[in-house]
C-alpha cells in the first residue's frame, strides 16, 4: 500500500531552470526522508504557483513530512499550503500505467 | 516536458476493492485518453474524498481532459471538483526518482 501528498502553495519563484539551481540542495535531502519513494516537483509560473506530488510508504510518513514541510513554507514567509494525502488504489492504478511503487 | 493534472472531490464511495469493480471499465478507457501517460488513483474512504494524479505529455491535453472529467463528475452529482494543472521541474525531479515520462 502506498499513499500520495498532493502539496501546492503560490510562490513568486524562481521556476525552470532558476528553480532547479535554488533547490537541488534541498532536493538531495528529501531523498532522506522517512518512507518517501519519490517526489514529483510541480511549478506554473503563469499563476505563481509551485508545489510537489510525493510517493510515500506509509500515511504516518507522509502526515509527518507534511507537517515539517508546511512549517519549512511558512518560514519561507508562504502562509496558505494546500496539502492533501490519499491512499492509493492499486488495483485501478495498475491499469492506467500509474507509478505506485 | 510534462503535465500534472491534480484532481480530487467529495464522494460517497465505493472504495477500495468496491471502487476497482465499479471503475475498471472507466480506467480502461482513460488509456485512449489524448496525452495521458499514467493515472494514478487516489482515495480517503475516512474523508469521503477520492481523486487522481495524472501525467500528461502537453498542458493542452490535461486541460481537456480537466473540463472533460469535471462534466462526467458533475452528471454523477458531484459539484465541486478541485482540479490544477502543473509543469513538471525535470530537473529537480529527477533527483527525487520521481516518474515523469
Redesign the interface.
Same mark, same amino acid.
Do not use: C, R, Y
Given at each position: 500500500m502506498s499513499y500520495?501528498l498532493?502539496v501546492?502553495f503560490k510562490m513568486e519563484g524562481p521556476?525552470? !531552470?532558476e528553480?532547479?539551481k535554488e533547490?537541488?540542495d534541498l /532536493?538531495?535531502s528529501?531523498?532522506d526522508e522517512e518512507g518517501?519513494?519519490?517526489?514529483?516537483?510541480?511549478?506554473?509560473?503563469e499563476a505563481k504557483? /509551485?508545489?510537489g506530488?510525493y510517493l510515500f510508504e506509509t500515511k504516518e510518513s507522509a502526515c509527518k513530512y507534511l507537517t515539517m514541510h508546511t512549517a519549512r513554507l511558512n518560514g519561507f514567509g508562504i502562509e496558505k499550503v494546500n496539502g492533501?494525502?490519499?491512499?492509493?488504489?492499486e488495483?485501478?492504478?495498475s491499469? !492506467?500505467?500509474?507509478?505506485?511503487k
Open positions: 500520495i498532493q501546492d521556476f525552470g !531552470n528553480m532547479v533547490f537541488t /532536493a538531495k528529501i531523498n518517501l519513494i519519490w517526489k514529483i516537483w510541480t511549478e506554473d509560473s504557483e /509551485a508545489g506530488i492533501k494525502i490519499f491512499e492509493v488504489n488495483g485501478l492504478t491499469i !492506467n500505467h500509474g507509478p505506485s
